[in-house]
């Protein structure tokens, strides 16, 4: 009985069509999300106020499990993106995320900064390192 | 793979699916966000009470209560010729007051009620005290040799918890020095005298309003503070200890009452009123008021304006007979002095009782440009503020 219905799945003609829609509405949602966290970076308590994002980003991070879940179960591979796109997301985030840095390290003490920037470059690297080694 | 393509392989068979698929996705994205804009450039706030579960945190309504005894009616019964009344608060600008509720089916179709809403400060609503606070009367003081202060009441000595808690009720010239046979004469209380109740104290990342004697509650946020009346200026600086005497209690949120010792003046009369007991008590007393002046400014409020109500009758909607509703316009309503509206709900039937299941109160924005306009120099001069340029 557990997960029996998978192997149906698999050979179903229309499984890759709901599951292209599923990972493009997981696209859409995360920028969603980014959109919102910037809105809060720039005006504090004006999304918070209104919506959990603490729960939209355990959602989120949700349905991207149960994603790579079921793209192991059901066979399902992205298609490698090309390298231009690889670069303009890295681009687009990087810029992203250095403007979110810049914005809430604003009126922050210098010692602080340099802390922050610090562990943030740690981290990044430690990322770098894990990502190469996958 | 690029945005224009599937992020999978998928057959030419099934590419039209997909795109339908697509592009529904799409429209509902965007109709979502294009809804949830609208939400939030033109919000519509409810206030609301569900009479079948009065204890229910989810009631935004507070108080519903009878004005002439001021006892709960929290059931939702309301006799003839009785009066309902209510508050809720809100400093956020809209267009216009929606007020509807629902009968129960054991109420007559046939009800008549009247609607009136009044805006003030929440405490501002209180009675008027017929006996002003004439003197500044005080129980017998004294000051050790240490610089402790001590109050004899009740035939025991009781200790002020700090200076400033003592200068925050009494001159210190009303301290006479404590004297070795009084000390003797009167035992220590265990009990310490805390700082006068309607003080605002600072610790640690909180703000606090004392509350009474033994109760201490911290502001939710410096809104709610401001939207009180309160203002930042008065705020004490206190210590643990100072702190440490009182029981902490719930957070103070939009449509809480401002507390005893609250200072009130009529903008009309220029007269001082004290929040003292659930009324408003005048103070006449030239020495107390010179007294308490040095201590606390005054939230500034008007009479005249508290009895400036708007009313409407409601009536059943077509599409359900048991709810009633109806409109009122803001702009007759003064936005200086305060943000608390009370709402009066009277039953104009002499004989027949009403039965309420739940009342509603909403602030609605109108769809419109002077709306919008208003909101984006809202955005405009929050983003400024973010960036420590004040508008």
Redesign the interface.
Do not use: H, K, N, Q
């Given at each position: 009985m557990r997960l029996s219905f998978l192997p149906l799945l698999k050979h179903q003609r229309m499984t890759p069509v709901i599951f292209a829609l599923f990972t493009e509405f997981l696209m859409l949602a995360t920028f969603g999300f980014m959109v919102l966290l910037s809105l809060e970076i720039l005006l504090p308590s004006f999304v918070s106020a209104r919506v959990n994002l603490a729960l939209f980003f355990g959602s989120i991070l949700s349905l991207f499990v149960l994603h790579h879940a079921l793209s192991v179960w059901l066979d399902q591979e992205i298609r490698s993106p090309k390298r231009y796109v690889v670069r303009t997301c890295g681009i687009f985030l990087g810029l992203w995320g250095i403007t979110l840095l810049v914005l809430s390290l604003f009126k922050f003490p210098v010692l602080a900064i340099v802390t922050i920037l610090l562990l943030c470059s740690l981290l990044a690297y430690l990322f770098r390192k894990i990502l190469l080694t996958v | 793979?690029?945005?224009l393509?599937?992020?999978?392989?998928?057959?030419k068979?099934?590419r039209t699916?997909?795109l339908i698929?697509?592009a529904s996705?799409y429209v509902i994205?965007i109709s979502l966000?294009f809804f949830w804009s609208l939400r939030?450039i033109f919000p519509t706030i409810p206030f609301s009470f569900d009479f079948n579960a009065p204890q229910s945190t989810k009631n935004t309504f507070l108080h519903p209560r009878s004005t002439t005894d001021q006892s709960p009616l929290t059931n939702g019964k309301i006799a003839g010729k009785q009066t309902l009344i209510g508050n809720f608060e809100s400093p956020q600008t809209f267009s216009r007051i929606r007020v509807s509720f629902t009968l129960t089916n054991k109420s007559p179709d046939n009800a008549r009620l009247k609607a009136s809403l009044s805006r003030s400060y929440r405490s501002f609503f209180l009675p008027i005290d017929e006996t002003p606070l004439a003197s500044f009367e005080h129980p017998p003081l004294y000051r050790d040799t240490t610089n402790t202060y001590y109050a004899e009441t009740d035939g025991v000595l009781k200790r002020f918890v700090s200076t400033e808690a003592y200068l925050s009720r009494y001159p210190e010239s009303f301290a006479l020095p404590l004297a070795t046979s009084t000390a003797r004469s009167f035992p220590l209380s265990d009990e310490w005298i805390g700082f006068r109740p309607g003080s605002l104290l600072a610790f640690a990342d909180g703000v606090f309003l004392v509350m009474d004697e033994h109760e201490i509650r911290p502001f939710g946020n410096p809104a709610i503070l401001l939207s009180m009346g309160y203002r930042f200026d008065d705020v004490i600086q206190a210590h643990e200890e100072e702190i440490g005497i009182y029981e902490r209690g719930r957070v103070l949120s939009f449509g809480a009452p401002q507390s005893d010792g609250t200072l009130f003046q009529d903008q009309d009369s220029g007269a001082y009123l004290l929040v003292n007991g659930k009324k408003l008590q005048p103070i006449t007393s030239p020495e107390y008021r010179k007294f308490i002046l040095e201590k606390t400014s005054p939230i500034i409020a008007s009479l005249s304006s508290r009895n400036v109500t708007l009313s409407c009758v409601p009536i059943s909607s077509w599409f359900h007979r048991r709810t009633l509703t109806c409109d009122m316009p803001k702009n007759a309503l003064p936005s200086e002095f305060g943000s608390a509206f009370q709402l009066s709900l009277k039953n104009n039937a002499p004989d027949i009782p009403v039965d309420l299941e739940a009342i509603t109160i909403s602030l609605v924005t109108d769809r419109t440009q002077s709306n919008f306009t208003l909101f984006t120099h809202q955005?405009f001069s929050?983003?400024l503020n973010?960036?420590?340029q004040n508008t």
């Open positions: - | 793979m690029s945005f393509e599937p992020f999978f392989p998928i057959a068979t099934e699916f997909y698929g697509r996705l994205s966000v939030i955005i929050r983003l973010r960036f420590g």
